[in-house]
């Protein structure tokens, strides 16, 4: 507001200044009437102008039309990226998504389908961990899914099952890119339900040795240290350096993309993390070109879903879900694996911890979940890990 303020003040200074007489033209000027001629006022509409006055209004003249366009340029850019970013912004209403994503329970096998009602216990954990549920608990089927405020993907599953394996959700966020925030796909970092009660005693044991669980003045030294991108991300590359769980990260696009986009972003973070490392060695190099010959493939649509396993030997898996033909009894393909446990470490850093992290509402919703089940002593079974 103040540059135009400032531009409107010039433009009147700069027309006053080309309305005035020029001094060789005043004194031509011959009055009309035997009156005196300090009394007379000139009639500009009859005074011939001089050149340079001439040529100063048309430079105002053509100064003025210029902002104008320049003014109305910047109106019409800026409405249409209002339009746009209102229309991908507003998520849809409850009606219209409904009959739009209407399915069809003939075809479609969903990987992260509900619980069937006949089952009445469900065990988190080891063995000895059990949580009932009451046979009809609506109320449990509602909360089975964590909403993720796009309308393109609405809704993340707090519980997946994967390779006959329970994974439960840590953290949830959108993967946002440009400073216009165009998103690009939710992400869910998964933990595996058997391997919670290590992960909880890595952190446990990182503060205080000799305790089962952390007390308030503990759960704000652990949140702080992983909220600091150096800490951070050291207690994590720990972590995950001595494959003390399983864990599974989740992508649903939500606009059509490609392999080659994804893959991109990996790389610079394995890159990145090799120069830093020094990781030089011919067999990291390997498993980079493999790597990228796995992500090697077409297009991407939104709605479908792409998964990254990481198991306890850090090996990597990458499993594709584009339509309801893949090999596996879910539905979905297994595009290629991998055994450096490097590669998958930095995949896993580049949500977790770090500076610049490739979705930060995952990373905090993490976070939370860590500091939720710290303060449950040691080895108690846990339902649900993502608030």
Same mark, same amino acid.
């Given at each position: 507001?103040?540059?135009?303020?400032?531009?409107?003040?010039?433009?009147?200074?700069?027309?006053?200044?080309?309305?005035?007489?020029?001094?060789?033209?005043?004194?031509?000027?011959?009055?009309?009437?035997?009156?005196?001629?300090?009394?007379?006022?000139?009639?500009?509409?009859?005074?011939?102008?001089?050149?340079?006055?001439?040529?100063?209004?048309?430079?105002? /003249?053509?100064?003025?039309? #210029? !902002?104008?366009?320049?003014?109305? =340029?910047?109106? *019409?850019?800026?409405?249409?990226?209002? @339009?746009?970013?209102?229309?991908?912004?507003?998520?849809?209403?409850?009606?219209?998504?409904?009959?739009?994503?209407?399915?069809?329970?003939?075809?479609?096998?969903?990987?992260?389908?509900?619980?069937?009602?006949?089952?009445?216990?469900?065990?988190?954990?080891?063995?000895?961990?059990?949580?009932?549920?009451?046979?009809?608990?609506?109320?449990?089927?509602?909360?089975?899914?964590?909403?993720?405020?796009?309308?393109?993907?609405?809704?993340?599953?707090?519980?997946?099952?994967?390779?006959?394996?329970?994974?439960?959700?840590?953290?949830?966020?959108?993967?946002?890119?440009?400073?216009?925030?165009?998103?690009?796909?939710?992400?869910?970092?998964?933990?595996?339900?058997?391997?919670?009660?290590?992960? /909880?005693?890595?952190?446990? #044991? !990182?503060?205080?040795?000799?305790? =089962?669980?952390? *007390?308030?003045?503990?759960?704000?030294? @652990?949140?702080?240290?992983?909220?600091?991108?150096?800490?951070?991300?050291?207690?994590?590359?720990?972590?995950?350096?001595?494959?003390?769980?399983?864990?599974?990260?989740?992508?649903?696009?939500?606009?059509?993309?490609?392999?080659?986009?994804?893959?991109?972003?990996?790389?610079?973070?394995?890159?990145?993390?090799?120069?830093?490392?020094?990781?030089?060695?011919?067999?990291?190099?390997?498993?980079?070109?493999?790597?990228?010959?796995?992500?090697?493939?077409?297009?991407?649509?939104?709605?479908?879903?792409?998964?990254?396993?990481?198991?306890?030997?850090?090996?990597?898996?990458?499993?594709?879900?584009?339509?309801?033909?893949?090999?596996?009894?879910?539905?979905?393909?297994?595009?290629?694996?991998?055994?450096?446990?490097?590669?998958? !470490?930095?995949?896993?850093?580049?949500?977790?911890?770090?500076?610049?992290?490739?979705?930060?509402?995952?990373?905090?919703?993490?976070?939370?979940?860590?500091?939720?089940?710290?303060?449950?002593?040691?080895?108690?079974?846990?339902?649900?890990?993502?608030?």
């Amino acid at each position: 507001m103040r540059p135009i303020i400032k531009c409107s003040r010039q433009y009147l200074i700069l027309q006053k200044r080309c309305l005035r007489i020029h001094k060789s033209t005043r004194s031509k000027l011959k009055p009309e009437s035997p009156l005196d001629s300090s009394h007379q006022v000139p009639n500009l509409k009859t005074t011939k102008l001089d050149p340079i006055t001439l040529h100063r209004l048309k430079l105002a /003249q053509e100064a003025y039309y #210029k !902002r104008r366009m320049v003014y109305c =340029t910047i109106g *019409v850019l800026f409405g249409m990226v209002g @339009l746009y970013l209102t229309a991908i912004q507003v998520p849809l209403s409850p009606e219209t998504y409904a009959e739009k994503k209407k399915p069809n329970s003939s075809t479609i096998n969903r990987l992260d389908s509900r619980k069937r009602d006949d089952e009445s216990i469900m065990t988190i954990g080891r063995e000895h961990k059990v949580v009932t549920k009451e046979l009809g608990d609506i109320s449990d089927e509602r909360d089975s899914f964590v909403s993720t405020g796009n309308s393109v993907v609405p809704e993340f599953p707090r519980v997946l099952r994967h390779d006959q394996t329970e994974y439960q959700l840590l953290g949830l966020g959108i993967r946002t890119v440009s400073f216009l925030k165009i998103q690009v796909y939710v992400v869910g970092i998964y933990v595996a339900a058997d391997d919670i009660i290590v992960l /909880q005693n890595k952190f446990i #044991k !990182r503060i205080n040795p000799l305790a =089962t669980t952390l *007390v308030v003045d503990e759960k704000d030294e @652990l949140k702080s240290l992983l909220n600091d991108p150096e800490k951070g991300e050291d207690i994590w590359n720990t972590i995950l350096k001595d494959g003390a769980c399983r864990m599974l990260i989740r992508i649903v696009p939500t606009r059509n993309t490609d392999f080659g986009h994804l893959r991109d972003a990996w790389v610079r973070s394995l890159t990145s993390r090799a120069q830093k490392v020094g990781w030089d060695d011919e067999k990291f190099g390997k498993s980079v070109a493999q790597f990228k010959r796995i992500f090697a493939r077409g297009s991407v649509p939104k709605g479908t879903q792409l998964i990254l396993s990481r198991g306890k030997k850090g090996n990597l898996e990458v499993w594709y879900h584009g339509n309801d033909h893949g090999d596996d009894v879910n539905g979905i393909d297994k595009l290629g694996e991998l055994w450096d446990e490097r590669v998958s !470490r930095v995949v896993w850093l580049g949500y977790l911890a770090g500076k610049g992290v490739a979705c930060e509402g995952a990373r905090e919703g993490i976070v939370a979940s860590v500091l939720k089940f710290v303060e449950r002593p040691s080895g108690a079974g846990i339902r649900q890990t993502y608030v």
